[in-house]
């Protein structure tokens, strides 16, 4: 029981979990409104299959360690979203080195 709390912990996407970010569904709406709901919450998980993407708006509070970049997505009707002020994780960071 123990093993797969922790296997579902290591699945689970952190910052879905962190005080005041609100988490999206990319298969319930449009491109449109998840760039509403990013615009107007500042801090976005978007839910994408398994996995999803963090958004910051402004793009300057992305964490340490992460860097700002844009993105895409599919939305509920299967159209290619692209939107920018996607934090996702900088290898070159120094936050990051071991």
């Excluded at 990013?38 to 998980?45: D, G, L, P, S």
């Excluded at 996995?51 to 009707?77: L, M």
């Amino acid at each position: 029981m123990k093993s797969l709390i922790f296997a579902l912990a290591l699945l689970l996407p952190i910052p879905a979990f962190a005080a005041g970010v609100r988490e999206v569904k990319a298969n319930v709406h449009s491109c449109g409104e998840i760039a509403q709901i990013i615009r107007e919450n500042k801090k976005v998980f978007v839910r994408v299959g398994f996995g999803g993407r963090s958004f910051r708006f402004p793009p300057a509070q992305c964490g340490p360690g992460d860097k700002r970049v844009t993105t895409s997505f599919r939305d509920a009707g299967g159209k290619q979203c692209v939107l920018d002020y996607a934090c996702v994780y900088d290898p070159a960071s120094l936050y990051n080195f071991p």
